[in-house]
């Protein structure tokens, strides 16, 4: 059975290396969380499979990796100083502040409030008469008002003596788009074609939670694709399309997937159709990836705003007009706890025994193979060495040595953890039980099937190569 309650994830990303809580030893920063040595190996798969499969495959994409701070007219001409907002409330009683809009949700999920003006937000949570969610208290509510999420800093100091204000990034969007002229003068590029990037973004959110899906610093991939107006909705379903494809060459069961169409007044200020795809979480449908067409907000604000010719000529027509944008984005942070969440197995064994097993993707798995001495003596655990290093030597796997704890404990630390496959170096690889011509074999065991399998050393090398061809062969 799949994950029923996000504290089965919490519980398991702290207790094996995934996911820790941001400045832990002083007691934490709410919503800030740091990845362990297991969760920055299955972010950085997610990121480098998108990476390789939208960006590098394609013929019609290049990457650009951009500053977080801009200058603060950027914000201005796209929109988000004046836009870029939710609706808050306050209670009266504990001072604690939310977002108008979850309180309705959660009491109500079939109740989309998206985009609603305030009077409506609350005239609806006057009917509801909900109670405050930390302290109780009923009709304790302020009227919902605005707060708009872009962080603010200061950056140096001006003639003047002050500093300046700027913003550290709410989307990172923008940073294609004023890139446009660049990426046009350089790269040779006709449209159709798009700009990916990959990287941190950061809202003031009201109210964030439900571990690392709403956060106020987060990962997002996305990329911008310019194409003619007249194009749109063909690239829209062709965009659409691709990210399902994704999801299911990445291991989602589509039964665990919808999309949603935004309704009129939930649209951003750029947008004329937006849909997500959702996932079904153990607390709801949620968004797990965006598309949106943008049509040509963005260039013709950047290009009255600055001055610049953000116009793209046709090579072979000569005529010259601002593209439009389909925008597919892929939230980096959401999407490990989504695979998280779809990886997450209990299971009862033959045996009668239960396990917990991540049965991630072979290619996202954060390590590929793990080598296990079956005891601690040294010349068990020198040949085991051996080994891995013959590993380390003639693929590009990534490795777990591990000594500590039984045999079985170990497969199951290494069953929770989603490792492929793992190596046992016993006693008859030494040739000390070599009754069955067990001399200079291991045993090889699969993760999912839970088959053992007596390997040559010689032929260990190519045995592996049968799990990953499909996906890793680039490692051999």
């Not at 108008?100 to 609603?116: R, T």
């Not at 990037?197 to 610093?217: W, Y």
């Not at 390590?367 to 296990?372: F, K, P």
Request: net charge negative; hydrophobic share 35%.
């Amino acid at each position: 059975m799949p994950a029923t309650s996000l504290d089965q994830i919490v519980s398991l990303c702290k207790r094996r290396g995934f996911v820790f809580p941001g400045s832990d030893i002083y007691g934490g920063l709410a919503n800030s969380w740091d990845y362990g040595p297991l969760g920055v190996e299955l972010k950085n798969n997610i990121r480098d499979w998108w990476w390789e499969r939208f960006v590098q495959k394609r013929m019609d994409m290049v990457g650009i990796d951009a500053a977080i701070l801009m200058n603060p007219k950027v914000w201005e001409a796209s929109g988000h100083v004046e836009n870029f907002s939710d609706a808050m409330v306050d209670c009266t009683s504990c001072k604690k502040r939310f977002r108008a809009d979850h309180l309705i949700e959660e009491a109500n999920p079939d109740l989309s409030v998206d985009g609603k003006p305030l009077d409506e937000l609350n005239t609806i949570l006057e009917a509801l008469n909900l109670a405050c969610p930390h302290c109780g208290k009923r009709k304790s509510f302020t009227d919902a008002r605005t707060f708009n999420l872009m962080f603010r800093t200061s950056l140096g100091v001006t003639e003047e003596g002050k500093q300046r204000e700027v913003y550290f990034r709410g989307e990172i969007a923008q940073a294609m788009f004023v890139n446009f002229k660049n990426i046009l003068d350089t790269m040779r590029k006709r449209i159709p074609f798009g700009i990916a990037s990959v990287g941190k973004a950061f809202r003031n959110e009201i109210s964030p939670g439900n571990f690392i899906f709403r956060t106020l610093e987060f990962d997002l991939m996305e990329f911008e694709y310019f194409i003619q107006e007249d194009q749109w909705e063909e690239y829209f379903e062709y965009w659409l399309s691709e990210q399902q494809k994704w999801l299911s060459e990445i291991g989602f069961n589509a039964k665990n997937l919808r999309i949603r169409e935004h309704t009129a007044d939930e649209l951003s200020h750029y947008s004329k159709k937006t849909v997500d795809i959702e996932y079904n979480t153990p607390f709801g449908w949620k968004e797990l990836f965006g598309l949106a067409y943008r049509t040509d907000f963005d260039l013709k604000n950047h290009m009255e705003q600055s001055g610049q010719d953000l116009q793209y000529t046709d090579p072979d027509s000569g005529e010259k007009y601002i593209p439009h944008v389909i925008e597919p984005t892929f939230g980096l942070s959401r999407l490990t706890l989504m695979v998280l969440l779809e990886a997450y197995t209990e299971e009862e064994l033959p045996n009668g025994e239960s396990r917990t097993v991540m049965k991630f993707d072979k290619r996202l798995a954060p390590i590929d193979i793990a080598i296990l001495p079956l005891s601690k003596k040294e010349h068990l655990i020198a040949k085991a060495k051996e080994v891995h290093q013959l590993l380390l030597d003639q693929t590009n796997l990534v490795t777990d040595f591990d000594v500590t704890g039984s045999i079985g404990k170990r497969y199951r630390r290494q069953d929770e953890i989603g490792t492929p496959l793992c190596i046992t170096v016993d006693f008859g690889t030494l040739g000390e039980e070599d009754e069955q011509g067990a001399l200079d074999t291991v045993t090889i065991r699969d993760r999912d099937t839970l088959e053992q399998k007596r390997v040559p050393i010689a032929n260990l090398r190519e045995e592996i190569a049968k799990h990953w061809k499909k996906l890793r062969n680039t490692h051999y």
